[in-house]
Every structure is written in structure tokens, then in C-alpha cells.
């Protein structure tokens, strides 16, 4: 019962919002409303029938807008109609988020005094007592094989910054609804209240003992690595920060962003042989001599990339080079400094909005331009998870990610991305995951 | 498909096993495998037939045995039986187990790109903003307003002492899969792996926000009471420890058991206004003259309870008693000490062997006797977190404990347990706590 939006016109959409109207019942006048709807700067989704009579169809109409000011304009060309009612307007993206986008739920039966006394007291005290003398058996009779923790403390959600634990969590459990629709791994969300990484660190270790994996999320850098390196160190189970993996040929590269994302995806290219890779942050290229807004990680960076020490603005750097990776800001790439580049093949992931419109890359003489829409790191981390829970892996090795990048590679079709509805896509790439696990 | 098992029999079943054997297709040949079963010491419980050929029937038999030794006999029983095939051994509570008995499940679609896309980036990130400006709108676009955490650090799991967070696990799983069942609250196991009650306090601090309510699990006292009142003093959510709750008349009371569970019991008996009331510990009654054994907790229990002083063994105070309440160890109480006391009401709640068999409690001259099998916290605590979790509480009060009980007890019919499957139950406890919550 749905149209098919246009992709290009809400590709900026920041509200998407469903009206209900009452519709004349009469030939013509669903158009008209339409009309003026686009007319008033709305992008029209999905419309619904909900109901009708004698005189009137009720319609839910889903329109993408751009900002706030698009919606009180939309709401006004619907009330100027004559015979036209709106009866509720609804956000769409919170009313999906309502009561949250995960649950817990029993796996094991309850329908008997007898699952009851399996399940829980007294005959759970066996289960208890197999794991106090071989805590090994954890894997096999709790959730801990198939469960891994999405840890955060709300330091670098999304591009929004520093936004706190809390207001983290609808993005873990997005992450964690991913998790369980695609792969069938169970995730939970661990808020940490604290900017401390030591104290990260500690928590982690102490809370750790349940899960077969540790997913660090939305940290900010540079606390991002020493909290990944000392817990994946310390633990038996591996610890995987995201932003620095899950979205990576001959080629001259630019990466905008030095930040999780920026750094690990340099490291990433390193050692996949591309040697000809610039970091730039917000003062510039990164590079051994550079001094100011430098750190330990930064340090590491500048000793593993811009082997010619190039400094300058982005801009500069951009210059000549063939690809550029954005993992920084919204809109700090111009159209010019695309043409400058050679033959350039774009990855613009800022989030939520791009360095660049990907139209703009493209009639900028972008070969081929995508952005954290088209490319995202869903693609890849619910096979990851599910070949490492899988394989029992203490670790995620450099091998594995590349594994899973090929699988993703293989899965793409001539010049389109990977279908992230494919489930034989999300297998392979854990099957893919696993033998890396096993060989390395 | 299932026979009835005898209660009775099976009541001290350690093991909980099932045989698959292949029966030849003759007249009594189950009834002389059946008999065969029962004399070597099995209980039997559920009969399922599995598979048939031409002369065999597969059948799956459930046994209820009370120790290893019992098994090696039922294992010998089938095996001296000509013509019989004992094909597979199953422990039925480690099967129920396998894999874990709870998993996080996406709440929202996630079947087209657009649902992704509100799921998970762009979309999210409207919905973490809201949150970062109105914090308390995660009550109502996260899961934090149906799921509470259920914390442990494993030092004191059913009566099997501290055995570590990891080996809780089944439990506290056991645990949420009961309240997703009964009350589709979601929980989430909390592990920690601390004896520091300091520590624990902070670290549950730093990761409670996504949390509606606390639960402590299997903490053991005297730490719970410290890291109860601490923590529910500084978050703003209920924290509460079940096993001082959840299990509670012009009547002399003696509680065998001075840990998380006894301590609380009392207290709450003493606010119910039953004022004789004493507690004994492994050296005897806990009074205010007595210096052995003592801790701060149990000063304060001696001040609120024993108010003659009464010193002496457990089977010295019981004698002329009217209600025993064992939330001791098993085994610990003879038929003598239930003989000497005065028409008595007995609680034997151990786990998960109760103090005295309730048969011979009966035999001993109990008016009433139950055990933790009859009389469960299971009863108690999924309402009390439903409508604590509905009312949107601050803290668990003594009021809405007393909702509970009034409204567990309102359910039980005429001298019967009410039923944990009547989900009509489960709902009146919820709103009596709910009201509850709301008048005070």
C-alpha cells in the first residue's frame, strides 16, 4: 500500500512526519492535496487508506522535510484546502522509537510448574553449580554465546558529540534491534556515566564475565583506543569499537576525520598495502612534524601515514588525489574541491549529513560518490558479530575484518552496494568471519 | 502427551533426566519397563512417544531422580531388560538451559530500507536529540520504562553461596525470562565482579540510567543492606533487593536465618505490627546482649526484634513458637522442633531443599506447611515490577510491599498458594502496587 519516495528529494529529510486527512471523496481531490503538499516544499512516502465513508477517505500521508519551518508550511497548505480535514499529525521516527526498539524476552518455555522448576529455583541450582566448577560451560547454558554488550558513554553518538549516555541509547539499541533481525545475536546495551577512560576500562572488565563479545560504540577519540587496546588486552572475549571498522585498492588516499572512524580506517589501509594515505583533522593534514593539536594517537598516525609529510587545509591535500574518505563534519566539502581531485571516487559518511551531497559529488566529476545511506557500517558488523560468536574468537584480528570485507565486496553487485535485506549477504559474511577466526 | 508425576515423589529430585528407549511392540512391555524403573528408585514424570517401527516404539520417559546414584541404577535397570535400547540420556534442566533461557529481540520492523533508516542513522539521531534537551522523555522513547536491571555479584546464588557472578547467571536469566513471561517486563542480567560493596554501589551508579528500577539478586547480606540504602537513596529509580521481599499475622514468629531474606522478613513483620518475633542465625538467637557473631545489621536486628532478650539454640526458642520461617539451610529441622511448638505455621523456604520435608513438618503437627516450591518469590516480584515500572515509582515502598501481599493474598483461594500461572493474579498485584505508589 505504499508509493515509493523519491530517494534524491529526502536524502536531506530531517522530519519524517505522517499526516492524517479526511479527503473529499470525490474525483481529483487526493491529487489536488498532493499538490499542494509538494508545492509547499513536502516529499511525499508512503499514503495509506485507513478509512472511509460515505463522503470522505481518511489517508495517512508520510512526507520528508527538511526542517521545521517545511512543516508549518505543510500544515498550512492542508488547512487553506476547503473540505479538507487534518485530523493528526504523528512523527514517524519517534513513534517507531516509542517504549524503545528492543526487549528482553524468555527463550525457554513457561507454560508448566515443571518449566517453572526447570528454568528457575530449584532445578536452576544445577545449571548454577556445572558453571561454578567449569565456567567454561557458560558458553554453552546461558545466553553468554550468542551475547554480545554495546557499551558507550555517549561521547561521540552519531555527529551530534557529547551528547551523554542516555541520549545514546536509542542508537544501541538500534544497533542491538540490527543485531537480533539479522544475525539472531542477542545484544545489550551498557550505558557508562563517565569520561574516565580508566574508569571505562574498569567497569567493563568487572561487568564483562556474560557476554562472548564487547562492542565499544560512539566513544570519542582518542580515549576510544587506550579503552579498545587495555580491554581487549585484559579480556578473554574480543573488544571491537565500530566507528573504527565495519565501513574500507592502487591509489592516493584522503581521509577527512581523524578522529575513531578516521584513524582505524588509515591503520585499516595500512595494512591492507595502501600506502599513500593523508589524515586531515580540523587543523589540517596530520603529519610528523605538526605540533599543535597533536596526541600519543595522533603521534601513531602521523608515523603510519603522509609518508611525505604534506601539510596544509583539507583543501589542499585534496588536490590530485583519487579517494576520499569524509568521517568528519556535515558539509565541509565544496564541489570545487571534488573537481580538483583525479577521477575521485567519494565516501562521504559524515553523519547524520554528509561532507557532501552525493549529487553534488557526482556533477562534480565524482566517478562514483556514496554516503553512510548507501554505505553503512550495518552492512557489515551483524556478520562480524555473528562469525565471532560463532568461531568463540578471543579476539577480532585484522584478518577477519578483511574477511568480512571481501565477503561484503563479493556481495556487490557490478558497481551497487550490498543489500543489507539479503540475509545470504549477512551468512557470508559471518561464514567468511569465522574461517578467518579459525585460520588465524 | 504427558502423565501427572507425583508431586510427592519427586519433591527432593536432584536430577531431572530423560531416557529415549526403544520398547518392543508387545503387550506390557512398557508397564514391565515402567516397573522396572520405579524399583531401581526413579519417579517418573512425562511418557512421550517419539518414533514407531514395525516392532519398536521410541519412547522419551522423564525421571526425577535424587542422586547420581540412583541414575547408574535406572541406567542399569534398562540395560538388564532383553530387548530394550536405552538410545539417549538427556538432563532435561541443562537442555532447558542450552543456549540460555532469555535473548534481546527488536521491538520495532525492520523489514525495508525506510524502517532502517528510523530504526537506526539518519533517523535516530532526531530521537537521541530530544533526549539530550529532555532527558526524561527515555521513559518514553527507550526501553527504559518497561526494563529494569537485575544486578548480582554471585556471593550468594539460592543456598549454594558464593559461587561468582558468572555461575548466577542462569538464574538472573531465569529470572527475566519469568517477568517477560508473566508481566512483558524486560530485564537485563548485571554481572559484577566484586566483593566491595563501595564498588559495586559506584559501578551500578555509573550504569543505571537506562534502567526504570533496580533489582539485587543474591547479594549477600550485610553488603545488600548497604548497597540497597545507598543506592536507593542516590538514584532516582526504585532499587530493590528481592530476596530481602517478595516471600512474607497476633502470632510469635521465630526466623531461622538472619541473612538478606530473615533480616528483611522481620522488619517487615515488625511494621505489619507483629512484635514477637525472633531471629536466629548458625549461633542461635540474635539478641541485644549477645556480642558473638554480630555486625552492625544484626545490632539493629536485635533492637527491633526479641524483645525479651531470649537467647539459646534454634531449638530452644522454637519450642511453643506459632509461625516458623526457614530461610536458613536444608535439612536443618527435625520433626521434634516442629512437635514442641505450639500448633505451628511453617515456612520452610530453603533452596532448594527446604529446612524439613513439608510431609514430615505435616506428620510433626504443622497446621500448615509449604516450601519454596509451593511458596515462591516468584509469586511476588513480577507484579511488584510491573506496576512499580507503571507508576513510573521512585522507590519501593513499605506500602507497596504490603499492596502486593494483600493482593497475593486476596488471590490465594481458601488456604491454597495462589497460582504463579493465573495471569489475572499478576495483574492485581501490579495495580495494587501501582495504587499504591500513587497514594504515597
Not at 20 to 32: K, N, S
Not at 161 to 189: C, N, T
Not at 287 to 310: F, P, Q, S
Request: glycine share 8%.
Amino acid at each position: 500500500m505504499s508509493t515509493t519516495p523519491n530517494w534524491q528529494e529526502r536524502y536531506n529529510a530531517k522530519l519524517i512526519i505522517t499526516f492524517r486527512v479526511r479527503v473529499p471523496d470525490e474525483h481529483g481531490r487526493l491529487a489536488h492535496l498532493l499538490k499542494a503538499l509538494a508545492e509547499a516544499g513536502a516529499s511525499l512516502g508512503s499514503i495509506d487508506l485507513v478509512d472511509a465513508d460515505s463522503t470522505h477517505k481518511v489517508r495517512d500521508l508520510q512526507l520528508f522535510l527538511t526542517d521545521e519551518d517545511r512543516l508549518d508550511a505543510a500544515v498550512e497548505a492542508v488547512n487553506r484546502l476547503d473540505g479538507y480535514e487534518l485530523v493528526r499529525i504523528r512523527d514517524d521516527v519517534l513513534e517507531i522509537h516509542r517504549h524503545g526498539t528492543i526487549t528482553t524476552r524468555a527463550l525457554a518455555p513457561l507454560e508448566t510448574i515443571m518449566d517453572l522448576r526447570m528454568v528457575y529455583t530449584p532445578g536452576v541450582a544445577s545449571v548454577c553449580q556445572l558453571i561454578a566448577e567449569r565456567p567454561e560451560q557458560a558458553w554453552k547454558y546461558t545466553a553468554k554465546g550468542n551475547k554480545i554488550a554495546i557499551v558507550t558513554n555517549g561521547t561521540a553518538v552519531l555527529g551530534l558529540g557529547d551528547i551523554g549516555p542516555l541520549a545514546g541509547l536509542p542508537v544501541m539499541e538500534g544497533k542491538a534491534a540490527i543485531l537480533d533481525r539479522f544475525v539472531g545475536v542477542s545484544a545489550e546495551p551498557v550505558l557508562i556515566d563517565s569520561h574516565d577512560p580508566a574508569e571505562i576500562i574498569e567497569i567493563v572488565a568487572k561487568i564483562a564475565s556474560q557476554y562472548g563479545a564487547i562492542q565499544l560504540e560512539d566513544i570519542a577519540a582518542p580515549a576510544c583506543f587506550e579503552i579498545e587496546e587495555t580491554l581487549d588486552e585484559r579480556l578473554d572475549v574480543p573488544v571491537f569499537h565500530d566507528d573504527q571498522h565495519g565501513t574500507a585498492t592502487d591509489c592516493r588516499v584522503v581521509i577527512a576525520g581523524a578522529g575513531a572512524a578516521g584513524t582505524a580506517i588509515a591503520r585499516f589501509l595500512a595494512r591492507m598495502g595502501v600506502d599513500d594515505v593523508i589524515v586531515c583533522d580540523s587543523r589540517g593534514a596530520v603529519h610528523a612534524k605538526r605540533e599543535a593539536g597533536m596526541n600519543e594517537w595522533k603521534r601513531r598516525l602521523a608515523d603510519e601515514t603522509n609518508r611525505d609529510n604534506l601539510d596544509g587545509p583539507l583543501e589542499k591535500v585534496m588536490k590530485g588525489r583519487t579517494v576520499f574518505i569524509g568521517v568528519s563534519r556535515p558539509n565541509t566539502v565544496s564541489r570545487e574541491m571534488i573537481a580538483s581531485m583525479d577521477e575521485p571516487i567519494v565516501f562521504a559518511l559524515a553523519n547524520p549529513v554528509s561532507e557532501i551531497p552525493v549529487t553534488d559529488a557526482l556533477s562534480a566529476g565524482a566517478v562514483v560518490a556514496v554516503d553512510g545511506r548507501g554505505m553503512n557500517n550495518a552492512l557489515a558488523y551483524p556478520g562480524i558479530f555473528r562469525g565471532t560468536l560463532d568461531a568463540r574468537a578471543r579476539s577480532i584480528t585484522y584478518e577477519m575484518k578483511l574477511a568480512a570485507a571481501e565477503a561484503l565486496a563479493a556481495s556487490a553487485e557490478a558497481g551497487l552496494m550490498p543489500d543489507m535485506f539479503d540475509m545470504a549477504m549477512h551468512r557470508r559474511v559471518a561464514d567468511a568471519v569465522k574461517r578467518a577466526a579459525g585460520s588465524s
